[in-house]
């Protein structure tokens, strides 16, 4: 799989890294092919609530899309467990009495 760099903190080195450590050479389980393209951006997934966005409703996984380049078979890879991106410091807000 080949590096590439983008310019926006996402570190498609390390997911390259990450991939030939737990993929390895593996072809594509559904044509064979062993051509694979690594998305250089970073996607959300979250739960489906009838086509409606609600924010706070549950986890965001940030996700790599990885295709095929014979049959577009893709796979998501965690960006966080891939280290594409680093897990942000986020404090959940406190809430304060009013008087």
């Known amino acids: 799989m080949e590096d590439k760099k ?6 498609i080195e390390n997911v390259i890294k990450h991939l030939n450590l737990k993929w390895g050479n593996r072809p594509c389980p559904m044509c064979g092919s062993n051509s694979w393209n690594v998305s250089d951006n970073i996607y959300e997934l979250r739960e489906f609530h009838g086509g409606n966005l609600v924010l706070g409703s549950g986890p965001i996984y ?3 899309p990885v295709s095929c380049n014979n049959c577009g078979n893709s796979v998501m890879v965690n ?3 891939a280290g594409a991106i680093e897990k942000p410091n986020v404090e959940p807000k406190k809430e304060t009495e009013n008087e």
């Open 62 to 64: 940030p996700i790599i």
């Open 79 to 81: 960006a966080l467990m």
């Open 6 to 11: 983008k310019d926006n903190d996402v570190n």
